[in-house]
């Protein structure tokens, strides 16, 4: 619990001082609430179930095509309907789920890296030579962000907002889901899957549950990237988004859903800003990953944790 | 760590920049896999900035370079960032078609000029135009070039093509230019080959090349241009090669060997071309640089040249975007490729030129070299070929489907 009260004490900081920050702060800002979504659905996978997967870019990537095609070829989800589009989204991240892990559910460790690794790759795929629906090499531009009301997302402040607002709302989802037996249940899988399953546990359908709903938190970040970034390409979806989302984590503190958002800032920051002012931003954020590994397994979180674990 | 002092500059002057100053925004991959031919776009710009000691007619000029690594979304990052943060008053560059296509919106968000001097994407200044009324392009349309290629090669005699293009929006554009022109004066392109873009090992596609063909049409970039001709000689294919203008570019060509001899391809700059204005701008390129300058070094000098002259008509003083564009495609210049003027589509109007590819001495080098031997000029051609505007832009942007391949089986 102290954790969440100092995440919200940070937040609540940080969107007091957003309306004074640069423009493109405000807009990194934005796509670190975007991100530290998708970091905490990976989370949920490996941190709490023990699943490292490598092709969770592909459910923000479904999300986000779906965002971007609804919005140009129907004009849906530019206005109220924007939260249909959001439980759309959503929806559309955990049905893909659903089918990859009919095949990734019944791997494990090095072999599940793999095959979330080319179910992934499948996406992109279909993203990139599926023209007449993705556009191809080209992707999707969007015409505008959504308007609800006097609410228009088109101001990045506003927008950072609402993906801020996102963000809370999903950790608190995703808090509940882990306290519950349920998440009990995933950690001890986590822990020893063999024992669970002698204890009666049905493991495959637990951790496919898991994988199902992080599906549908990455779907839900591919709405609000799609959005952010007024452009949706095969790119996004492409390995290294995947590789990034599941670093942030392991940056961040597997196990702790704080450490999602924490890994997505600096991996942000690094990349996006320090790269504006130096070109050797690559070698810190190489330093970074291997210092973290070396010394903090827990992850930055773990600083504060010794151990790690939630 | 120049760019630092300029982003320190940046914060500094938080309010727009003072009238005589004039900020560039310079989008080009600096790294991955064609971060070699953003250099020679960054060099090409910042040559002529030195010429000038950096200063346009009174203006200081701060031009600050970001990585667009080649990749859409990125370029669409670093451009928000540009305009945000460093507050430009034009951005310019842009690698990919497909980058292009992504930053022109960002150029309405922001309110702010974008000048494609690569981003070759058709649409652009076609079909889409009416959308971006900051755009303004200074290189080529993907098809330009490629439609009096498609009628040289009827004049020169082939029927039937078989076409091996990379699998973007690019290709598709400049494949669709040369099919479409091939076939209007009677050829046929019998088959169509699409190795994704990046494709290192041919393997797969040569041997499905169909030989009854008369020649290849192929359309490669970067690092592919390299491997295809190679490829190709070792399988022992020694049918003509007709190409897309970056498959043989002076970016690639110095790295190429015989394999390419012979080879013919077109675009609206060789770095042969025996003008007086242009020996003068490759050997101070080469001198400079160590290299011989390719297109995208000649645009992006070009780029810089056509922003000179806009601001010595305002005497220093940043006319604000929309003027800014009605001034850049009023302009009628010399350049190294050549006059070029702008059509009212805001696209260039100029000399495409046919090359060959020879090796021999040029320009007064001792030592030979290939060359892309300029064998055919056709002048003043714009981005709708002989067609007409109205004619042209009634069918749809050149795609994988479009031509349709009808002659293939």
Not at chain 2, 227 to 241: D, R, S, T, V
Request: glycine share 10%; with cysteine.
């Amino acid at each position: 619990m102290r954790t969440t009260w100092i995440l919200l004490a940070v937040l609540a900081v940080v969107a007091a001082a957003a309306p004074f920050a640069g423009p493109f702060v405000i807009l990194l800002l934005a796509q670190v609430m975007v991100l530290g979504i998708m970091a905490m659905s990976v989370d949920l996978l490996l941190g709490y179930t023990g699943l490292p997967s490598l092709g969770q870019a592909a459910y923000l990537g479904v999300g986000a095509y779906l965002t971007a095609i609804l919005a140009t070829e129907f004009g849906l989800g530019l206005g109220w309907d924007f939260w249909l589009v959001v439980a759309m989204g959503m929806a559309a991240g955990a049905v893909t789920a659903a089918f990859f892990g009919l095949f990734a559910i019944r791997a494990s460790g090095v072999y599940f890296l793999m095959i979330t690794l080319a179910l992934g790759m499948c996406v992109w795929g279909l993203a990139y030579r599926w023209n007449s629906l993705t556009g191809g090499d080209n992707g999707i531009n969007m015409r505008g962000r959504p308007r609800l009301g006097e609410l228009a997302f088109a101001n990045d402040l506003v927008f950072f907002y609402v993906a801020l607002g996102f963000f809370l709302a999903s950790y608190f989802a995703l808090r509940l889901l882990v306290a519950s037996p349920f998440g009990k249940s995933l950690a001890g899988i986590r822990e020893r899957e063999l024992r669970m399953r002698i204890l009666g546990y049905n493991t495959w359908l637990h951790k496919y549950i898991a994988f199902v709903v992080a599906g549908a938190f990455g779907g839900l970040a591919g709405v609000l990237w799609a959005h952010l970034n007024g452009i949706v390409s095969p790119v996004d979806v492409l390995l290294p988004a995947s590789v990034d989302a599941l670093l942030m984590v392991v940056l961040g503190g597997p196990g702790t859903l704080v450490g999602g958002l924490i890994g997505a800032t600096v991996v942000v920051f690094l990349r996006e800003y320090l790269a504006t002012l130096v070109d050797w931003w690559q070698y810190v954020l190489g330093g970074v990953y291997v210092l973290t590994i070396l010394y903090l397994p827990g992850g930055i979180m773990g600083l504060f944790k010794g151990g790690g674990k939630a | 760590m120049k760019r630092l002092i300029w982003l320190v500059m940046g914060a500094l002057a938080a309010a727009p920049a003072t009238a005589q100053e004039l900020k560039i925004g310079f989008l080009a991959p600096m790294t991955g896999i064609f971060a070699q031919i953003g250099k020679d776009m960054e060099n090409g710009f910042q040559m002529y900035i030195d010429e000038q000691n950096g200063n346009f007619a009174g203006a200081k000029v701060t031009f600050i370079v970001e990585d667009e690594e080649g990749k859409p979304p990125v370029g669409v990052r670093k451009a928000e960032k540009l305009a945000r943060q460093d507050r430009v008053h034009l951005m310019v560059g842009g690698l990919l078609a497909s980058t292009g296509y992504a930053i022109a919106p960002v150029s309405n968000r922001v309110k702010t000029v974008y000048v494609l001097s690569i981003a070759a994407a058709d649409d652009l200044t076609q079909r889409d135009l009416k959308q971006y009324p900051y755009i303004v392009r200074t290189s080529w349309t993907s098809s330009q070039p490629h439609h009096p290629l498609g009628a040289w090669a009827c004049e020169n005699g082939y029927k039937t093509v078989v076409s091996v293009a990379a699998d973007y929006a690019f290709g598709h554009e400049v494949l669709g230019g040369f099919q479409k022109a091939f076939e209007d004066c009677g050829g046929k392109v019998i088959q169509k080959i699409w190795p994704p873009l990046g494709t290192k090992d041919f393997g797969p596609y040569i041997p499905t090349i169909n030989r009854n063909a008369d020649a290849i049409f192929s359309l490669m970039v970067g690092p592919m241009a390299l491997q295809f001709p190679k490829q190709l000689q070792e399988a022992g294919i020694k049918k003509p090669i007709i190409g897309g203008g970056t498959s043989y570019d002076e970016f690639v060509l110095p790295s190429m060997g015989d394999e390419v001899l012979g080879h013919v391809s077109a675009l609206q700059y060789s770095a042969a071309l025996d003008t007086p204005r242009n020996r003068e701008f490759v050997r101070k390129y080469r001198e400079k640089y160590g290299k011989v300058p390719s297109y995208y070094s000649e645009s992006n000098y070009t780029t810089a040249q056509m922003i000179h002259e806009v601001m010595k008509q305002t005497k220093g003083k940043w006319p604000g975007p929309e003027k800014f564009i009605a001034m850049i495609t009023k302009l009628k210049l010399e350049t190294p490729r050549g006059p070029v003027r702008f059509d009212d589509m805001r696209n260039p109007v100029q000399n495409i030129y046919i090359k060959k590819v020879e090796k021999k001495k040029m320009h007064g080098y001792d030592k030979d070299e290939l060359w892309n031997t300029v064998i055919k000029t056709y002048p003043d051609v714009s981005q709708f070929w002989t067609y007409g505007k109205d004619k042209f832009l009634k069918q749809p942007v050149y795609s994988r489907d479009f031509p349709p391949c009808k002659y293939c089986n």
